[in-house]
């Protein structure tokens, strides 16, 4: 009931507005103008409302009928280009003007009207690919660096236009058409080259306008596209010579240079976004840096097979370091750990590979045995897990490349062998030294003590080899040792280091010793099974069911000694 008075508000206007318009219907000469009449606020916004859907659709039909008169003009150039006698570049050259001029009409609509400022940027593109397709690929006007530089030019017009009034539809379909046009054009005129360049030219421009927040967007896709032009470069260069008779010939410094300069471009402005606007890296940035950085390392083993384990190796080398200058420098005090993370990640990656390269197994194992103890000394005086980390995957890999837990298997349950090598011994030392180099201090001391198990495992390890190979080759000097005899003599060194741990864990509060002491009777009741009672004599099958007993007697007793006192 409340509502009554404005509903009879509403419909007698309405009555009095059709009254009007009927009136003006039969006598359009005769009837006044009509005198403003008062209309609720609610009844105007109906109307608008009303009427808003049909004018929308047709200022839609009206650009899209615009730019259907566009491409019917660029038929008829194409139809003058085949039937007159003017020169067809000359004709060309005009259809080249008409799209440009598209593309300006394209910039000066209103900011608003974003469906017409893109319908007229499409139309700019369709007049101009298939223009230069034509007259590249069917009647070879154009060579492919010609045409490569019209694309490139196109998106320079594009951004020139757009960038007063930031208009994203017009970058960006500019940008999206000449890249796709390039991708295709790279492969059918089998003239790579100039068409890789436009694109790497483009992704230039586009992380340049990225640094004024512009055309963010667009970088996936030119990144994606520059991706794929390189990665096709190296895959069709690289296979045998007969496989690409088509294609034009090219020298290994450009068949290098695009590789490179797509990781250049990728890697200078994820720096100067990390480093000189101290953003947060994205997972994009992360991603196109790896991928860029393949492609690059590819092209120098491909194209420079000679030197190009000694060339990655170095780069590794020297963007490791970068990693970690920039970790200590500028991302160890920022809030978001995620830079921090990332690129010590990288890092450690770029590290290990550069040490793998390198053909010399002596120095894999010393480079990374010190860089494990530097890294877990480092972060035994900062605090920092993510070193602790990083040495323990350097002393893993170095043992790995110095044969250590091949000797150590070999010298614990398989043929003895004679002497440990450098490189094992090397490794072996290098975890006694990171195991004690990585211990806690007081504020420290009841932190987790996982991170220190790979290194006394390690050492301990190589400690029972050397010990059970030392008892070996002392018994062999009085009598020639038979099977039953090696296997006597691992159970009880295998034992006495289980005690030895047990006592020391207790004693110096070393969780991880005792967590080796229970392993280690774990792999000597398996030993027996597998071992002793197969190949032994009955006084050392008892002689090592005896120790073993002791053994495991003992070894709770000396693991609960630290607690009692």
């Not at 209103?110 to 007259?135: G, V």
């Not at 390890?461 to 090696?486: E, S």
Request: hydrophobic share 60%; charged share 10%.
């Amino acid at each position: 009931m409340d509502d009554l008075p404005d509903t009879l508000d509403r419909l007698t206007a309405r009555l009095d507005a059709l009254e009007q318009r009927v009136c003006a219907l039969e006598h359009p000469a005769e009837t006044p103008a009509p005198a403003p009449s008062y209309q609720p606020a609610s009844l105007q916004a109906e109307q608008i409302a009303e009427e808003a859907p049909f004018a929308q659709a047709a200022g839609v039909f009206s650009v899209l009928g615009k730019a259907m008169l566009g491409i019917a003009g660029a038929y008829l150039l194409r139809a003058v280009a085949e039937m007159s006698s003017l020169p067809r570049l000359a004709v060309a050259a005009v259809a080249i003007v008409y799209a440009i001029v598209w593309l300006v009409l394209a910039a000066r609509v209103k900011a608003r009207q974003w469906l017409a400022s893109t319908i007229y940027a499409c139309t700019s593109a369709l007049i101009l690919i298939p223009l230069l397709w034509e007259l590249t690929l069917r009647f070879k006007l154009l060579p492919a660096p010609i045409t490569a530089g019209l694309l490139f030019a196109f998106v320079v017009a594009a951004s020139a236009v757009a960038w007063k009034n930031d208009l994203a539809p017009v970058f960006g379909v500019a940008n999206v058409s000449a890249a796709l046009a390039a991708l295709a054009l790279s492969i059918a005129t089998h003239d790579m080259l100039p068409f890789i360049a436009a694109l790497l030219a483009m992704l230039v421009l586009c992380e340049a306008a990225t640094c004024c927040n512009r055309g963010l967007a667009l970088r996936p896709l030119l990144a994606l596209a520059t991706d794929l032009g390189v990665w096709g470069l190296v895959f069709i260069y690289s296979g045998p010579a007969n496989a690409r008779v088509d294609y034009q010939p090219a020298g290994t410094a450009e068949l290098l240079a695009p590789g490179c300069i797509l990781f250049l471009v990728s890697a200078s402005s994820l720096a100067f976004n990390t480093l000189g606007r101290k953003r947060t890296i994205t997972i994009f940035e992360a991603v196109q840096t790896l991928i860029a950085f393949l492609l690059a390392i590819s092209s120098i083993f491909y194209f420079r097979p000679q030197t190009g384990r000694i060339v990655v190796s170095g780069l590794c080398l020297v963007l490791s370091a970068a990693s970690y200058a920039g970790v200590f420098a500028f991302f160890d005090r920022q809030e978001n750990r995620r830079n921090y993370h990332v690129f010590a990640t990288w890092g450690a990656t770029l590290f290990l590979a550069a040490c793998l390269l390198c053909k010399a197994p002596l120095w894999q194992t010393v480079c990374l045995g010190e860089a494990a103890i530097a890294a877990i000394l480092a972060a035994a005086m900062l605090d920092r897990v993510t070193l602790r980390t990083h040495g323990l995957v350097f002393l893993a890999a170095a043992a790995l490349v110095s044969g250590l837990p091949a000797y150590t298997f070999n010298a614990l349950a398989g043929v003895v062998p004679p002497a440990p090598s450098w490189n094992a011994s090397l490794a072996a030392l290098c975890a006694v030294v990171c195991y004690v180099a990585g211990q806690p201090t007081e504020k420290q001391h009841h932190g987790p003590r996982l991170p220190h198990l790979l290194p006394a495992a390690l050492a301990v390890c190589a400690l029972a080899a050397l010990f059970v190979q030392g008892v070996f080759w002392l018994t062999a000097l009085r009598i020639a040792p038979d099977v039953f005899h090696l296997a006597f003599i691992r159970t009880l060194i295998a034992c006495a280091l289980a005690l030895g741990l047990a006592f020391c864990g207790s004693r110096w509060q070393r969780t991880e010793l005792i967590w080796i002491a229970y392993a280690t009777l774990a792999l000597v009741a398996v030993k027996l099974v597998f071992e002793d009672l197969r190949h032994g004599h009955m006084e050392f099958i008892a002689a090592s069911i005896f120790f073993f007993a002791v053994t495991l007697i003992a070894v709770p007793r000396l693991a609960r000694l630290g607690q009692r006192t």
